[in-house]
């Protein structure tokens, strides 16, 4: 999700997280095979932006979702 929203930000921009969900609908263990994560950026503004995610295994079957939000600094900014 991190990936997501540093995907949207400028070369002097940073985020930090402000508020994290994730929620686990299934195990993940070895016979799960290699585990694929879709990342999505649903709004990235000028202070604020938001993404989710989705992660499967090797069936397609989902593991976990989540969802972030995040604080946009400008570090040309800072002294």
Not at 5 to 26: D, G, N, P
Not at 30 to 46: A, D, I, M
Request: charge should be negative.
């Amino acid at each position: 999700m991190g990936c997501a929203v540093q995907s949207a930000l400028e070369a002097a921009q940073t985020y930090t997280t402000i508020e994290m969900k994730t929620v686990f609908v299934r195990a993940a263990h070895e016979r799960s095979g290699l585990l694929r994560c879709e990342g999505t950026l649903l709004h990235s503004g000028t202070r604020v932006a938001s993404s989710e995610a989705n992660v499967f295994d090797r069936e397609g079957r989902l593991i976990a979702y989540g969802s972030e939000t995040c604080l946009i600094t400008d570090l040309s900014s800072r002294v």
